[in-house]
């Protein structure tokens, strides 16, 4: 199958070493929240002086970050003041409090909830794909969407407890066995293929954006083989301009090509999503 062939090995080597999940964004946010402790409200400024750091951090970036955070937590041995940085952040988050309230898997949830609320893609009955979904978030806005008549099924290399109304594999995308069995679990052709696949970012944003636009291009090449005419396709990007093959590509197989960037995407993260409606269908 054509797809198989594109889910070679040299696309597998490009995204081995991408395959640790430390970073992952939303999905491991809730395990590290847990894995941190001594959460207590106070002015940041006073942090490194009571954690008997010999030196402050410098650079204004760290100070700005630490001046706009309003909850401290006690720096666990070993962990890099980024790390310290991300933990506070995400224990100030509102859409992480209002995931939490709500009983959503990740603060993700609102970033699909929100495209759909515009773009209208997730209907009763509808066949979904989600790739790259743990923690379960995608899956249970479109589970709840599409309802007992729809079908939702996804992947993700990640295990993550079931979301009930889906199916989801514990498996690599990339691996060259992926796209068939999502198949079989589809059991037919999909409304709409949503890919919030993100791999740990290096740092370095060139690289995480040629990585996450390639992983979008999978995505794509997946989509392309399962979506009836008129469906609908949903990726995660990076703002950058290296995306410009991708959407070239898009506005041929779809009626309506655009970027979106929910309120729930952080404004300071180059994230944001390209959303194509209307599947044109294969022209075989
Ligand atoms: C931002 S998280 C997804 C959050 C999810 N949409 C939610 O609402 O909970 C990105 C996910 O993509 C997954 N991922 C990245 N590369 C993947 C791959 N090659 N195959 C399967 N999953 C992948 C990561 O493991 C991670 O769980």
Not at 83 to 111: I, M
Not at 181 to 199: F, P, T, Y
């Amino acid at each position: 199958m054509e797809h198989s062939k594109r889910h070679n090995s040299s696309k597998k080597a490009k995204f081995r070493s991408a395959r640790k999940p430390s970073s992952a964004s939303d999905k491991s946010d809730s395990k590290k929240s847990k894995s941190h402790t001594n959460i207590s409200r106070t002015a940041l400024g006073e942090e490194p002086e009571k954690r008997g750091l010999k030196s402050r951090p410098t650079g204004d970036a760290d100070q700005r970050a630490k001046r706009e955070l309003a909850t401290k937590v006690k720096t666990a041995k070993g962990r890099k003041l980024s790390s310290t940085l991300w933990l506070k952040r995400q224990l100030n988050d509102p859409f992480v409090a209002q995931a939490k309230a709500e009983g959503f898997r990740s603060r993700a949830a609102y970033k699909l909830q929100e495209i759909d609320e515009k773009y209208h893609l997730l209907r009763k009955g509808a066949r979904v794909v989600d790739l790259g979904a743990a923690p379960g978030g995608w899956c249970q806005i479109a589970a709840k969407a599409v309802g007992p008549t729809g079908k939702v099924v996804g992947i993700d290399y990640l295990a993550m407890p079931p979301v009930p109304g889906t199916q989801v594999l514990e498996m690599d995308f990339l691996d060259e066995e992926a796209p068939d069995k999502l198949k079989a679990l589809l059991d037919g052709e999909a409304d709409v293929v949503l890919s919030d696949m993100a791999a740990p970012t290096t740092g370095h944003p060139a690289t995480d954006h040629l990585r996450i636009i390639a992983l979008a291009e999978t995505a794509l090449d997946f989509a392309e083989e399962v979506l009836a005419d008129g469906g609908h396709f949903v990726a995660k990007v990076f703002q950058g301009g290296a995306d410009h093959d991708l959407l070239v590509r898009l506005k041929k197989n779809f009626r309506k090509v655009l970027h979106a960037k929910p309120k729930a995407s952080r404004q300071d993260s180059a994230e944001m999503y390209v959303v194509a409606t209307g599947f044109r269908g294969r022209r075989e």
